[in-house]
Nanobody
Framework: VQLQASGGGLVQAGGSLRLSCAAS????????MGWFRQAPGKEREFVAF????????YYGDSAKGRFTISRDNAKNTVYLQMNSLKPDDTADYYC?????????????????WGQGTLVTVSS
């Protein structure tokens, strides 16, 4: 499956952005999806997970209460709505797909990755 992330940009602290990740090539609804982020000099960090149907959702600590992951299987797209953004949220954001269902929070558990989309939050 090929993944294309988009929606990053420059936003002021307290603002919002919605990231999108469009999938192609395979049956999107067969894949669980995750969002990760990586800031310069830091390891890739788990942000959010969503199951194939959207019935199971998990967030990393940094995302809880501010970010919302969702998916539209008819559009082969997963979203990350980010609210109340902080300068610490500045990073490249990546979407990832995993073929077999299990809750996955580690980058090594995912099979396919999109390119990053840069989110910059100014103070």
């Amino acid at each position: 499956v090929q993944l294309q992330a988009s929606g990053g940009g420059l936003v002021q602290a307290g603002g919002s952005l919605r990231l999108s990740c469009a999938a192609s090539g395979r049956t999107f609804s067969n894949y669980v999806m995750g969002w990760f982020r990586q800031a310069p000099g830091k390891e890739r960090e788990f942000v959010a997970f969503i199951s194939t149907s959207g019935g199971s959702i998990y967030y990393g600590d940094s995302a809880k209460g501010r970010f919302t992951i969702s998916r539209d299987n008819a559009k082969n797209t997963v979203y990350l709505q980010m609210n109340s953004l902080k300068p610490d949220d500045t990073a490249d954001y990546y979407c990832a797909a995993k073929r077999f269902y299990s809750v996955a929070r580690l980058p090594s558990e995912y099979d396919y990755w999109g390119q990053g989309t840069l989110v910059t939050v100014s103070s």
